[in-house]
DNA sequence: CCATATAGTTCAGAACACATACTAATTCCC
DNA sequence: GGGAATTAGTATGTGTTCTGAACTATATGG
């Protein structure tokens, strides 16, 4: 048995110790959950006497409050309830094809401020695109600041392969960017902050605000499709994002779905983009004015739909088909039961629904029972949403970063 | 954010770092390695005091042993080289359709006893073929025994959905088995092993042997595709099995890779099983003679294709073609970009490598290199080497459960 | 008002890694 | 051949952290 690397490759401190209960702590305090420190003892098995000093460095740094006596009128010493601080938050972004988005979430998960803006970013410089974004950041920083809301960090998510350490966008076809060094636009963001603004693939940040913010109450493990330009998607498996050896798993829409298809802009041939991404629903539905821009068409799609187009409706319905194949061969593949649908199929989700259910039907029955199968409600948040929140899941897995 | 779950659910306790420790060090210590504890201390960033405590108890556990002072020739006092001790080992057993195998692996790897017997298991009793499994274990044992190779644990593979927790198959299709309970069995084959016997599946078992005894050596991270009667299949991701949310995943064989084919056993349609597995390329290939086993009807198909028959031939492209689509959507999906195949895979290797390769070109071009397609060589042993070494693996992983 | 119950704090004790100083064993070089 | 230099490994005191038991604080119930 050679390598058998059965263990981290860094030794365990005594202070690690600390680190982790500090973070073990932490994920027992909710945003309104009153948990006392005795509540917090009894859930994690740590002794009062450590769950008190762990609870001390944590009120000191920032990210938990003391919310007073909790009377319950119960028997006993009324607890001090504990909750995370809504004056703690992170800023979100995104860069998408069509438009730029930026906001604050904070501690409870509430987005406290936010910005869409209509842009046609296609081919668009990336500094060009930076210095819009910038502008939007900036307002929203300086309405948390006045609205007592300190930014611990921040993220950007854009539609193609990045690299979060580096900062750096390796590919965005659709964008039309190649090795695009964002990290110093990155760094300008936030005034700082100590959790940095990291960039992220779009789908991803989506899937994840998908899990915090959306269906993933109910949903621990799903696979989650976004429909945009392009088709994304991100593995949320365990209740964390699934990245893969490199960072770029979850890319659904070159899973092979038609092996008598089209030539896809990957190079390959019958993916899931090339029968299911905006230009080929579009195309197919016979909404073909080359001239306004995709967002108008897929409005005009919708009302296509709304009023019964049979060609628009075979369109839609040819688009579920397909994914439901990719579902099923996720499923099969990562041990998934559950799809969650953002973007565009979001959109058409009234109308994409039976189409998939039935695929997936036919192709694995039982494999995804049918209140499975979900729909984002979070719009043109959603990736931002995804940004913002793993920042402050940065913070929270790493309060200590914030004691002297 | 609700429920961010930011950390373990279990208290780090002080004596954790030691754990953690006795792992970390006995992971840089291999089969003949010679590492010395100051290697270990400059390899870990442990003190040299810690190394020194931390290989004393290791050696307690019998795991290690201390090789003697090597003369290397360079100045100062001389290292004493540490190395596994290679009088511990783990039985591995695998169940399969037409044969039973049982064998020990010692912890330098080497298979050191092994039985390979031809059975026709396809709807025979569990405790049938237990009994018989059970013989062939007893002999392995013994042979261990008077070997001096004391047994620390066990596994066995089955070709099914399991529960390794409860030991009980839910599910074996080729065997037609359900819900088989084989705690008992697996408890009674090994006298006393601290670390016990434990059911995994077939083709994951596999899937590991290649990490560890095969081209492991290579590649961290790649998708094992096994061809036995049925298609089965291990995602293997930084070194380690990726199991999914039930433990399930991997399931390659019933990935969706001909839209508008077959009906499969799995009640869905044009699964890769359909195309790809034992029964359904020996039908392509006509190779029909049902009277004869599937084995034998395989060696037909050999001197077929070694004789160049056409429709072999075209057979066997048409597998490598499907298998090609299922690679593509599992790289994509998971990011992986290699590949290695097993079971009846690997014999067929000569023919359908290349259609393989011009598949994955066709589908996803660059995504998977030829040279990271491979083909296995442990023939028979894979799944049983795969057992042993989960079993040695939960050794080396917590070898303070063999200390008072 | 006192018994009871629960919340939270204080303090001694044990486990552990670390830093430093030590002993042990070898090679280099005059 | 013998001392200097070098490297391996051990011994000891210190700081961190959890635990457990005793203690204080604050409520309800009769």
């Known amino acids: 048995m050679r390598e058998h690397g059965a263990a981290s490759t860094t030794p365990g401190r005594v202070g690690d110790v600390r680190r982790q209960n500090l973070a073990l702590v932490l994920g027992n305090i909710g945003p309104d959950t009153r948990a006392t420190r005795a509540d917090i003892a009894a859930a994690t098995g740590l002794t009062k006497a450590s769950v008190s000093s762990l609870v001390a460095e944590l009120l000191e740094t920032g990210l938990v409050e003391e919310l007073g006596v909790t009377r319950d009128g119960e028997r006993g010493r009324p607890g001090v309830g504990l909750a995370l601080d809504a004056r703690r938050g992170a800023l979100g972004a995104e860069i998408n094809v069509d438009y730029l988005a930026v906001g604050v979430v904070d501690l409870h998960g509430t987005l406290r401020f936010h910005e869409v803006a209509d842009a046609e970013n296609r081919g668009r410089d990336a500094e060009d695109v930076l210095g819009e974004l910038s502008a939007l950041a900036r307002r929203c920083v300086e309405a948390a600041q006045t609205a007592g809301v300190t930014l611990l960090g921040g993220g950007l998510a854009v539609p193609g392969l990045v690299n979060p350490a580096r900062g750096t966008v390796l590919t965005a076809p659709n964008l039309g960017w190649r090795d695009a060094d964002l990290s110093t636009a990155l760094g300008g963001l936030i005034p700082d902050a100590p ?210």
């Not at 959306?214 to 621990?220: I, M, T």
């Not at 994409?352 to 948040?381: H, K, M, N, Q, Y």
């Open 195 to 404: 959790f940095g603004v990291v960039l992220s693939n779009e789908a991803n940040s989506a899937a994840l605000a998908e899990l915090w913010y959306g269906h993933g109450a109910s949903l621990r493990d799903y696979l989650f499709i976004s429909g945009e330009v392009g088709v994304g998607g991100g593995l949320v498996i365990g209740s964390e994002l699934f990245a893969g050896p490199q960072g770029y798993a979850g890319e659904v829409g070159h899973v092979v779905v038609e092996p008598g298809g089209r030539r896809c802009s990957c190079g390959g041939r019958g993916c899931l983009e090339t029968v299911a991404g905006q230009e080929a629903i579009l195309a197919a539905a016979g909404i073909t004015d080359g001239g306004s821009t995709t967002a108008a068409r897929m409005s005009a799609l919708q009302a296509a739909l709304g009023a019964g187009d049979a060609q628009a409706m075979s369109a839609v319905e040819r688009a579920g088909h397909y994914l439901g194949i990719a579902v099923v061969s996720a499923g099969r593949l990562v041990d998934l039961s559950a799809v969650v649908l953002g973007g565009h199929f979001a959109a058409l989700g009234t109308w994409i629904r039976p189409a998939l259910l039935s695929s997936l039907d036919g192709f694995a029955p039982g494999l995804v029972p049918a209140d499975r199968v979900a729909f984002s409600e979070l719009g043109t948040t959603a990736a931002l949403r995804g940004a913002a929140g793993g920042a402050l899941l940065r913070a929270l897995a790493a309060p200590y970063e914030l004691l002297p």
